[in-house]
T-cell receptor, first 110, second 114 residues
Framework: DQQVKQNSPSLSVQEGRISILNCDYT??????FLWYKKYPAEGPTFLIS?????DKNEDGRFTVFLNKSAKHLSLHIVPSQPGDSAVYFC?????????FGTGTRLQVFP | EAGVAQSPRYKIIEKRQSVAFWCNPI?????LYWYQQILGQGPKLLIQ????????DSQLPKDRFSAERLKGVDSTLKIQPAKLEDSAVYLC????????????FGNGTRLTVT
Protein backbone atom coordinates (compact mmCIF):
# COMPACT_ATOMS: atom_id res chain seq x y z
CA ASP A 1 0.00 0.00 0.00
CA GLN A 2 1.33 3.41 -0.98
CA GLN A 3 2.46 5.22 2.16
CA VAL A 4 3.23 8.46 0.36
CA LYS A 5 0.44 9.60 -1.93
CA GLN A 6 -0.26 12.35 -4.40
CA ASN A 7 -3.99 12.52 -4.89
CA SER A 8 -4.02 14.95 -7.80
CA PRO A 9 -2.94 13.30 -11.03
CA SER A 10 -2.70 16.62 -12.86
CA LEU A 11 -2.54 20.36 -12.38
CA SER A 12 -2.77 23.16 -14.88
CA VAL A 13 -1.44 26.64 -14.01
CA GLN A 14 -0.91 29.83 -15.90
CA GLU A 15 2.64 31.09 -16.36
CA GLY A 16 3.65 33.48 -13.59
CA ARG A 17 1.17 32.08 -11.07
CA ILE A 18 1.87 29.75 -8.17
CA SER A 19 1.82 25.97 -8.60
CA ILE A 20 1.03 23.95 -5.48
CA LEU A 21 1.56 20.21 -5.57
CA ASN A 22 0.33 18.22 -2.61
CA CYS A 23 1.40 15.00 -0.97
CA ASP A 24 0.11 13.03 2.03
CA TYR A 25 1.82 10.31 4.01
CA THR A 26 0.58 7.77 6.51
CA UNK A 27 3.61 6.84 8.58
CA UNK A 28 4.37 9.41 11.25
CA UNK A 29 7.86 7.92 11.55
CA UNK A 30 8.73 9.28 8.12
CA UNK A 31 11.04 12.21 8.60
CA UNK A 32 12.68 12.89 5.27
CA PHE A 33 10.99 13.54 1.95
CA LEU A 34 12.16 14.12 -1.58
CA TRP A 35 10.66 15.70 -4.66
CA TYR A 36 11.75 14.55 -8.08
CA LYS A 37 10.79 16.00 -11.43
CA LYS A 38 10.51 14.07 -14.68
CA TYR A 39 10.38 15.37 -18.22
CA PRO A 40 9.26 13.09 -21.07
CA ALA A 41 12.09 11.00 -22.52
CA GLU A 42 14.35 11.79 -19.58
CA GLY A 43 15.04 10.15 -16.24
CA PRO A 44 13.70 11.67 -13.01
CA THR A 45 15.89 14.35 -11.45
CA PHE A 46 16.15 15.32 -7.81
CA LEU A 47 14.52 18.67 -7.10
CA ILE A 48 14.36 19.40 -3.39
CA SER A 49 14.16 17.64 -0.04
CA UNK A 50 12.87 18.35 3.43
CA UNK A 51 13.69 16.90 6.81
CA UNK A 52 11.23 16.87 9.69
CA UNK A 53 13.50 19.09 11.77
CA UNK A 54 12.29 21.87 9.47
CA ASP A 55 8.84 22.82 8.28
CA LYS A 56 10.08 24.59 5.17
CA ASN A 57 12.92 24.33 2.70
CA GLU A 58 13.45 26.81 -0.08
CA ASP A 59 15.56 26.64 -3.24
CA GLY A 60 15.01 29.49 -5.65
CA ARG A 61 11.48 29.31 -7.03
CA PHE A 62 10.82 26.00 -5.26
CA THR A 63 9.68 25.73 -1.66
CA VAL A 64 8.56 22.60 0.12
CA PHE A 65 6.41 22.84 3.24
CA LEU A 66 5.99 20.05 5.77
CA ASN A 67 2.99 19.87 8.12
CA LYS A 68 3.81 17.02 10.48
CA SER A 69 0.55 17.11 12.40
CA ALA A 70 -1.44 16.74 9.18
CA LYS A 71 1.11 14.37 7.62
CA HIS A 72 1.08 16.58 4.59
CA LEU A 73 3.67 18.24 2.44
CA SER A 74 3.41 20.57 -0.48
CA LEU A 75 5.69 21.88 -3.18
CA HIS A 76 5.23 25.49 -4.22
CA ILE A 77 6.63 26.83 -7.45
CA VAL A 78 6.60 30.60 -7.73
CA PRO A 79 6.47 31.97 -10.33
CA SER A 80 5.59 29.01 -12.53
CA GLN A 81 7.28 28.83 -15.92
CA PRO A 82 6.43 26.73 -19.01
CA GLY A 83 9.70 24.84 -18.47
CA ASP A 84 8.30 23.58 -15.18
CA SER A 85 5.81 21.43 -17.09
CA ALA A 86 6.70 17.91 -16.01
CA VAL A 87 5.59 15.08 -13.74
CA TYR A 88 6.46 15.67 -10.08
CA PHE A 89 6.95 12.85 -7.61
CA CYS A 90 6.83 13.10 -3.82
CA UNK A 91 8.87 10.34 -2.20
CA UNK A 92 9.82 8.89 1.14
CA UNK A 93 13.51 9.60 1.55
CA UNK A 94 14.01 7.37 4.58
CA UNK A 95 15.15 4.37 2.57
CA UNK A 96 17.96 3.84 0.10
CA UNK A 97 15.51 2.95 -2.66
CA UNK A 98 12.84 5.21 -4.13
CA UNK A 99 9.27 3.93 -4.32
CA PHE A 100 7.41 6.01 -6.89
CA GLY A 101 3.69 6.66 -7.10
CA THR A 102 2.09 7.95 -10.26
CA GLY A 103 3.03 11.56 -9.51
CA THR A 104 1.32 14.81 -10.47
CA ARG A 105 1.54 16.10 -14.01
CA LEU A 106 2.00 19.87 -14.00
CA GLN A 107 1.18 21.84 -17.11
CA VAL A 108 2.16 25.51 -17.13
CA PHE A 109 0.54 27.39 -19.99
CA PRO A 110 1.41 30.86 -21.30
CA GLU B 1 30.48 15.03 -13.53
CA ALA B 2 29.31 12.65 -16.26
CA GLY B 3 25.81 11.34 -15.69
CA VAL B 4 24.40 7.84 -15.79
CA ALA B 5 24.79 6.46 -19.30
CA GLN B 6 22.33 4.01 -20.79
CA SER B 7 22.15 2.29 -24.14
CA PRO B 8 20.44 1.72 -26.42
CA ARG B 9 18.06 4.65 -26.30
CA TYR B 10 15.31 2.78 -28.12
CA LYS B 11 14.70 -0.86 -28.94
CA ILE B 12 11.92 -2.57 -30.85
CA ILE B 13 11.66 -6.36 -30.74
CA GLU B 14 9.06 -9.01 -31.35
CA LYS B 15 7.58 -11.01 -28.50
CA ARG B 16 9.59 -14.03 -27.48
CA GLN B 17 12.84 -12.38 -28.60
CA SER B 18 15.62 -11.46 -26.20
CA VAL B 19 16.94 -8.01 -25.40
CA ALA B 20 19.67 -6.51 -23.23
CA PHE B 21 20.15 -3.05 -21.80
CA TRP B 22 23.38 -1.55 -20.56
CA CYS B 23 24.04 1.01 -17.83
CA ASN B 24 27.21 2.79 -16.78
CA PRO B 25 26.67 4.58 -13.46
CA ILE B 26 28.37 7.72 -12.22
CA UNK B 27 31.97 6.97 -11.32
CA UNK B 28 32.36 5.90 -7.72
CA UNK B 29 28.68 5.22 -7.12
CA UNK B 30 28.36 2.00 -5.17
CA UNK B 31 24.62 1.53 -5.53
CA LEU B 32 22.91 0.86 -8.85
CA TYR B 33 19.20 0.45 -9.54
CA TRP B 34 17.08 -0.70 -12.46
CA TYR B 35 13.54 0.64 -12.72
CA GLN B 36 10.73 -0.16 -15.14
CA GLN B 37 8.32 2.60 -16.08
CA ILE B 38 5.17 1.55 -17.91
CA LEU B 39 3.24 4.29 -19.65
CA GLY B 40 1.02 6.21 -17.22
CA GLN B 41 2.69 4.78 -14.13
CA GLY B 42 5.55 5.78 -11.89
CA PRO B 43 8.88 3.94 -12.12
CA LYS B 44 8.91 0.56 -10.40
CA LEU B 45 12.09 -0.79 -8.82
CA LEU B 46 13.23 -4.05 -10.39
CA ILE B 47 16.61 -4.61 -8.75
CA GLN B 48 19.13 -2.86 -6.53
CA UNK B 49 22.86 -3.62 -6.42
CA UNK B 50 25.38 -2.61 -3.80
CA UNK B 51 28.73 -2.90 -5.57
CA UNK B 52 28.42 -6.29 -7.30
CA UNK B 53 25.93 -7.80 -4.86
CA UNK B 54 22.14 -7.84 -5.12
CA UNK B 55 20.41 -5.99 -2.28
CA UNK B 56 16.81 -6.26 -3.46
CA ASP B 57 15.38 -8.13 -6.44
CA SER B 58 11.98 -8.87 -4.94
CA GLN B 59 10.11 -7.25 -7.85
CA LEU B 60 12.21 -8.71 -10.64
CA PRO B 61 10.28 -11.32 -12.70
CA LYS B 62 13.07 -13.84 -12.45
CA ASP B 63 11.55 -16.27 -14.92
CA ARG B 64 12.40 -13.88 -17.74
CA PHE B 65 14.45 -10.99 -16.34
CA SER B 66 18.05 -11.15 -15.22
CA ALA B 67 20.59 -8.51 -14.25
CA GLU B 68 24.22 -8.49 -13.39
CA ARG B 69 26.89 -6.10 -12.21
CA LEU B 70 29.89 -8.35 -12.31
CA LYS B 71 32.68 -5.87 -11.55
CA GLY B 72 30.61 -3.55 -9.42
CA VAL B 73 30.60 -0.85 -12.07
CA ASP B 74 28.42 -1.14 -15.18
CA SER B 75 25.38 -3.36 -15.34
CA THR B 76 23.22 -5.19 -17.87
CA LEU B 77 19.55 -6.04 -17.66
CA LYS B 78 18.25 -8.82 -19.88
CA ILE B 79 14.78 -9.97 -20.83
CA GLN B 80 14.40 -13.44 -22.31
CA PRO B 81 11.85 -14.06 -23.74
CA ALA B 82 10.08 -10.71 -23.99
CA LYS B 83 6.34 -10.33 -23.64
CA LEU B 84 4.08 -7.55 -24.90
CA GLU B 85 3.63 -6.25 -21.35
CA ASP B 86 7.38 -5.65 -21.06
CA SER B 87 6.97 -2.57 -23.27
CA ALA B 88 8.20 0.22 -21.03
CA VAL B 89 11.06 2.57 -20.34
CA TYR B 90 13.89 0.93 -18.41
CA LEU B 91 15.68 3.40 -16.19
CA CYS B 92 19.02 2.94 -14.53
CA UNK B 93 19.99 5.00 -11.47
CA UNK B 94 23.00 5.20 -9.23
CA UNK B 95 23.90 6.75 -5.90
CA UNK B 96 26.99 6.92 -3.70
CA UNK B 97 25.16 4.59 -1.35
CA UNK B 98 25.56 6.50 1.88
CA UNK B 99 23.53 9.01 3.83
CA UNK B 100 20.62 10.69 2.13
CA UNK B 101 22.38 11.11 -1.20
CA UNK B 102 19.86 11.41 -4.05
CA UNK B 103 19.62 8.94 -6.88
CA UNK B 104 20.85 10.02 -10.30
CA PHE B 105 18.93 8.59 -13.23
CA GLY B 106 19.89 7.93 -16.81
CA ASN B 107 17.53 8.83 -19.63
CA GLY B 108 16.36 5.28 -20.01
CA THR B 109 15.86 2.76 -22.78
CA ARG B 110 12.42 2.72 -24.37
CA LEU B 111 11.48 -0.87 -25.23
CA THR B 112 8.62 -1.69 -27.56
CA VAL B 113 7.60 -5.33 -27.84
CA THR B 114 5.38 -6.10 -30.85
Amino acid sequence: DQQVKQNSPSLSVQEGRISILNCDYTNSMFDYFLWYKKYPAEGPTFLISISSIKDKNEDGRFTVFLNKSAKHLSLHIVPSQPGDSAVYFCLDGNTDKLIFGTGTRLQVFP
Amino acid sequence: EAGVAQSPRYKIIEKRQSVAFWCNPISGHATLYWYQQILGQGPKLLIQFQNNGVVDDSQLPKDRFSAERLKGVDSTLKIQPAKLEDSAVYLCASSPGHGNSPLHFGNGTRLTVT
